[in-house]
């Protein structure tokens, strides 16, 4: 362990940019998150507000969300100041543009989600930040709902928690043929498993299928990741089953960064069959073009109405 100064973390790394790499993935820090990282920022189609507790994970994705978009080394950074991270969400109740405001989903509250730059159920048993931050939105009477997606399935500390229905569990999922592309994380069938934990201690839970990859023989691979998960959830007396569904994407950055951490993934970021989108903040990213995302998504629809129809899809992207 090593004592810093401040939240700065100029660690001396491997020159070697494999080793580095590595290096990275297994160092976590604990900071005090400044001002600026504590600002609650909107996070549309997923919920109202982006509520962090922590930047960085020890998985080993080779299509990462966070490549490309936390600067220098993927080295996870957990906030020592927690409930002032929390404390921010007070300001945000009622003021958010997704569930606050939409008819289809106002029943959820103003929702935070705890997972746009972390895992955080794959930290918690260094960190115990999660099972704070649900206590925390159990014991807050107001209409609001912490949310969380993960790859991991060590659930057990959360099962007793006071969560007054306040926090919603989902389980981010692939089919196992795609469990390369997720390395240092946990199958699909024990996420599934936790997933159904969660529900029976009375989490309201979702499943998040993503990224979904059009690769040879993906029909298939997904059709059996539905019927996977309607084996497991589907005799789940009155489950509050969410789904949400999001299409691979990348940018330059991203996908430069990521052929660097993984050159051998064998995952498919050339521009065949893709197109490129321009974000309302200017920047650009690859996406499947119009008539393969047509396909993909009439697809998981019909499978979802047909395997999970208690499930209600929240969004396609």
């Not at 489950?239 to 990521?258: M, P, Q, Y």
Request: aromatic content about 8%.
């Amino acid at each position: 362990m090593v004592e810093l100064p401040g939240d700065r973390l100029n660690l001396a790394l491997s020159a070697d940019e494999r080793r580095a790499y590595v290096e990275a993935k297994n160092t976590l820090a604990v900071v005090v998150a400044p001002p600026s990282k504590r600002r609650l920022q909107p996070i549309a189609p997923s919920a109202d507000w982006r509520i962090d507790l922590a930047q960085g994970c020890p998985a080993h994705c080779s299509y990462c969300y966070l490549a490309g978009s936390l600067k220098g080394a993927p080295i996870t950074r957990v906030y020592a100041n927690l409930e002032q991270v929390l404390e921010e969400a007070r300001d945000h109740l009622g003021r958010g543009l997704v569930t606050s405001r939409s008819a289809a989903r106002m029943h959820e509250g103003t929702t935070f989600e705890a997972s746009c730059y972390t895992d955080p159920l794959s930290i918690e048993a260094v960190t115990g930040s999660l099972s704070a931050a649900i206590r925390w939105f159990g014991e807050w009477n107001a209409d609001a709902q912490l949310r969380f997606t993960t790859k991991f399935a060590a659930v057990e500390p959360l099962l007793q928690l006071a969560h007054n229905g306040r926090t919603r569990m989902r389980a981010s999922v692939n089919p196992a043929a795609y469990a390369r592309f997720e390395g240092g994380t946990a199958p699909v069938a024990q996420r599934l498993q936790a997933l159904r934990r969660m529900a029976e201690a009375g989490y309201p839970i979702g499943l998040t299928i993503a990224p979904i990859i059009a690769a040879n023989g993906w029909q298939t691979a997904y059709a059996e990741l539905i019927a996977q998960a309607r084996a497991q959830l589907a005799d789940l007396p009155g489950a509050d089953l969410t789904i949400e569904l999001i299409t691979h994407r990348f940018n330059a950055g991203s996908k430069a960064v990521l052929e660097s951490w993984y050159p051998s993934s064998g995952l498919d970021m050339s521009g065949t069959g893709r197109a490129l989108k321009r974000t309302r903040f200017g920047a650009e990213k690859v996406v499947y073009d119009s008539t393969t995302m047509r396909v993909l998504q009439d697809f998981f629809e019909r499978r979802i109405a047909d395997d999970l129809p208690h499930a209600r899809i929240l969004y396609w992207t």
